[in-house]
Each structure stands twice: as C-alpha cells, then as structure tokens.
C-alpha cells in the first residue's frame, strides 16, 4: 500500500504513530519549477520502540 505522507517543500518530515519493530518502505522525490522528478530506490527503516528497563546490577564484596 503507498500513502503520500507530504506534498509541500519541506527538507525534513516526521513520521508518527509508527509501530515498534515493523519495517517501513519509504522513497522520495523532488519537486521544482518543471515538475516532479523521479522516485528514490526504496529504503527500509525498522522502527524502535522505547528501550526497555535495564535490570539492577548485583555488588557483592569480597574479602575485607
């Protein structure tokens, strides 16, 4: 499925509401005075979601 996420001059976009560990297509192109160009290839990004907890490190002592 392709959804045009912007179609006004910007040099950079967010993307919201993603979904943590799903990989999504995106490609791009420019628009100038003569028209659109062509698309980019195809690029992959996984998004991430928050990372999780670490876990409480253990201290033991030994000796004195």
């Known amino acids: 499925m392709e959804i045009e ?11 919201t509401g ?3 560990g799903v990989d999504y297509q995106f490609k ?7 028209g659109y160009g062509d698309f980019s290839d195809v690029f992959v990004v996984e998004a991430s979601d928050l990372p ?3 876990t409480i ?8």
């Open 5 to 15: 996420l912007c179609d006004t001059p910007v040099t950079s976009f967010v993307v």
């Open 18 to 20: 993603l979904t943590g």
């Open 28 to 34: 791009v192109r420019a628009r100038n005075i003569y």
């Open 52 to 54: 999780g907890k670490p």
């Open 57 to 64: 490190p253990t201290v033991s002592l030994s000796g004195t």
